[in-house]
């Protein structure tokens, strides 16, 4: 299992970025999917999941209606749109998958929010 995320970067408060998670050595459309973020000093936290489908979506209470998460399991990819970023968004951002009682991270990629 590999998961790669690309897509960060530095953005200004109320910026947008959209992550991408390219998944490889599994059958992508049989997993849900995670994106979790740890901010310096803090616990790594879920911000969103999607069924292997995509049916249905889950959210952290921070950024519901702000954040995004979709795939395409054609390209084996799963995204995080963001939107309306402010500075508490500010962490390194994690690609997941729970396989078989496994989990299974990305290297994850840096979103700094600041002006």
């Known amino acids: 299992v590999q998961l790669v995320e690309s897509g960060g970067g530095w953005v200004q408060p109320g910026g947008s970025l959209r992550l991408s998670c390219t998944a490889s050595?599994?059958?992508?459309?049989?997993?849900?999917m995670s994106w979790y973020r740890q901010a310096p000093g803090k616990e790594r936290d879920l911000v969103a999941s999607?069924?292997?489908?995509?049916?249905?979506?889950n959210y952290a209470d921070s950024v519901k209606g702000r954040f995004t998460i979709s795939r395409d399991n054609a390209k084996n990819t799963a995204y995080l749109q963001m939107n309306s970023l402010n500075p508490e968004d500010t962490a390194v951002y994690y690609c997941?998958?729970?396989?078989?009682?496994?989990?299974?991270w990305g290297q994850g990629t840096q979103v700094t929010v600041s002006s």
């Open positions: 999607i069924t292997n489908d995509g049916g249905r979506t």
């Open positions: 997941n998958t729970h396989q078989w009682g496994r989990s299974y």
């Open positions: 050595g599994f059958t992508f459309s049989w997993y849900a």
